[in-house]
């Protein structure tokens, strides 16, 4: 029997709530799984980090992180670290760990649940059956580019500068992800980028064009400017398969994607480096495309579902167990189908539960699946 290394890493705010509800799941999987077990490390990292030991992430659970099959990841940040300095922000734990880990591909599935057609702000019909892939570059771009300063000139004004950088080896790389993936799923892939007025929206046009010619002739390729895509998505966002995009643009419109699906509470994503040369193993970071909602947290009003679906994806991408992501997605949907709701998703008529209530309710529910 395999045996699959995680570490948690809740973080702040209502991470900590949704990654215990993972933790009920590991347990479940532990009991009952004949095709692997999983051994648990946990660390702190963002704001809880920072106020243990003065860092975002310590150089420890880095170690532990690189020798890790999968790390789970709640959120970060939150008010009570916005007078922290820059480099020791919580963000800057998360920023490390993608680039640590060269994470350079994060996938963010946008697939819209059909009892929660009504919840999401457009029309049911527009969204009923939505199934997107957006494929994130992770590990460039504006996010990592030097010069990134602010700095006081002779005359006494300041002068901000954030560098938006790709080379061709970067924006390759993404583009065969996104390529591999379309050939499961619709075969069609959008690159967005902004070529009208960037350089490295002319070379990323450039490069995903080279690579459709000679990697994946087979997939439908469009270029869409990344102005026009987000306007598309709120217009007719079932034209989309996968979407290909930049570290900025791939985090914008994840947002908006995302509350198509009813709520932010819904979206999971993956961050994947390469495969290794030697065993094929590509290090991974699972973690919700929500944050850490200081509005709401301790309170146990926190959807796990993101949580939950991002470890479902750590078991399809990470531990070889397509089948058992499989029953997650089912338990996700039939506790939906029931009518129970978290408050962000809470309609008329339906159910309201709190974090673990929503957490004992899919755990049950994979229980009944596998009996
Ligand atoms: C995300 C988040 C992060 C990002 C923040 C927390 C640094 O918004 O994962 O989308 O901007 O990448
Ligand atoms: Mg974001």
């Given at each position: 029997?395999?045996?699959?290394?995680?570490?948690?890493?809740?973080?702040?705010?209502?991470?900590?709530?949704?990654?215990?509800?993972?933790?009920?799941?590991?347990?479940?999987?532990?009991?009952?799984?004949?095709?692997?077990?999983?051994?648990?490390?946990?660390?702190?990292?963002?704001?809880?980090?920072?106020?243990?030991?003065?860092?975002?992430?310590?150089?420890?659970?880095?170690?532990?992180?690189?020798?890790?099959?999968?790390?789970?990841?709640?959120?970060?940040?939150?008010?009570?670290?916005?007078?922290?300095?820059?480099?020791?922000?919580?963000?800057?734990?998360?920023?490390?760990?993608?680039?640590?880990?060269?994470?350079?591909?994060?996938?963010?599935?946008?697939?819209?649940y059909p009892a929660l057609?009504?919840?999401?702000?457009?029309?049911?019909?527009?969204?009923?059956?939505?199934?997107?892939?957006?494929?994130?570059?992770?590990?460039?771009?504006?996010?990592?580019?030097?010069?990134?300063?602010?700095?006081?000139?002779?005359?006494?004004?300041?002068?901000?500068?954030?560098?938006?950088?790709?080379?061709?080896?970067?924006?390759?790389?993404?583009?065969?992800?996104?390529?591999?993936?379309?050939?499961?799923?619709?075969?069609?892939?959008?690159?967005?980028?902004?070529?009208?007025?960037?350089?490295?929206?002319?070379?990323?046009?450039?490069?995903?064009?080279?690579?459709?010619?000679?990697?994946?002739?087979?997939?439908?390729?469009?270029?869409?400017?990344?102005?026009?895509?987000?306007?598309?998505?709120?217009?007719?966002?079932?034209?989309?398969?996968?979407?290909?995009?930049?570290?900025?643009?791939?985090?914008?419109?994840?947002?908006?994607?995302?509350?198509?699906?009813?709520?932010?509470?819904?979206?999971?994503?993956?961050?994947?480096?390469?495969?290794?040369?030697?065993?094929?193993?590509?290090?991974?970071?699972?973690?919700?495309?929500?944050?850490?909602?200081?509005?709401?947290?301790?309170?146990?009003?926190?959807?796990?579902i993101?949580?939950?679906?991002?470890?479902?994806?750590?078991?399809?991408?990470?531990?070889?167990?397509?089948?058992?992501?499989?029953?997650?997605?089912?338990?996700i949907s039939s506790v939906l189908d029931k009518g129970l709701r978290?408050?962000?998703i809470?309609?008329?008529?339906?159910?309201?539960?709190?974090?673990?209530?929503?957490?004992?309710?899919?755990?049950?529910?994979?229980?009944?699946?596998?009996?």
């Amino acid at each position: 029997m395999t045996t699959h290394a995680l570490l948690l890493l809740p973080g702040d705010g209502i991470g900590i709530e949704t990654i215990a509800e993972v933790e009920r799941l590991i347990a479940f999987f532990n009991a009952r799984s004949n095709k692997g077990k999983f051994t648990v490390e946990r660390d702190v990292v963002g704001g809880t980090a920072y106020d243990a030991h003065g860092v975002a992430i310590t150089d420890a659970a880095m170690a532990k992180a690189q020798k890790a099959d999968a790390v789970m990841f709640g959120a970060v940040g939150g008010p009570k670290w916005d007078k922290v300095p820059y480099e020791h922000r919580p963000e800057a734990g998360l920023l490390r760990l993608r680039k640590d880990l060269d994470l350079f591909a994060n996938l963010r599935p946008a697939i819209c649940y059909p009892a929660l057609a009504d919840a999401s702000s457009l029309k049911r019909e527009l969204v009923e059956g939505l199934d997107i892939m957006i494929v994130r570059e992770l590990t460039g771009g504006v996010y990592f580019g030097e010069p990134k300063e602010i700095v006081t000139l002779e005359n006494g004004e300041r002068r901000a500068v954030d560098t938006q950088l790709y080379t061709s080896r970067e924006i390759e790389r993404i583009a065969k992800v996104a390529f591999d993936l379309a050939r499961k799923r619709g075969n069609k892939v959008h690159s967005a980028e902004k070529r009208n007025v960037m350089k490295t929206g002319v070379l990323w046009n450039q490069v995903v064009t080279e690579v459709h010619k000679s990697y994946a002739p087979d997939v439908k390729l469009e270029h869409i400017l990344a102005d026009n895509c987000a306007m598309q998505l709120i217009r007719n966002p079932k034209q989309f398969d996968v979407i290909v995009t930049d570290n900025l643009f791939g985090d914008v419109l994840s947002d908006e994607a995302a509350m198509m699906t009813g709520s932010l509470g819904m979206l999971p994503s993956a961050s994947l480096g390469a495969p290794d040369a030697k065993t094929g193993k590509r290090k991974a970071l699972y973690e919700p495309v929500h944050g850490s909602a200081p509005d709401i947290a301790g309170k146990g009003l926190a959807n796990p579902i993101a949580t939950i679906a991002s470890f479902g994806m750590a078991l399809r991408y990470s531990c070889d167990m397509g089948a058992e992501a499989d029953l997650i997605d089912k338990a996700i949907s039939s506790v939906l189908d029931k009518g129970l709701r978290t408050g962000d998703i809470m309609q008329p008529g339906m159910t309201q539960v709190g974090t673990t209530q929503m957490g004992r309710a899919i755990e049950a529910a994979l229980k009944a699946l596998t009996a």
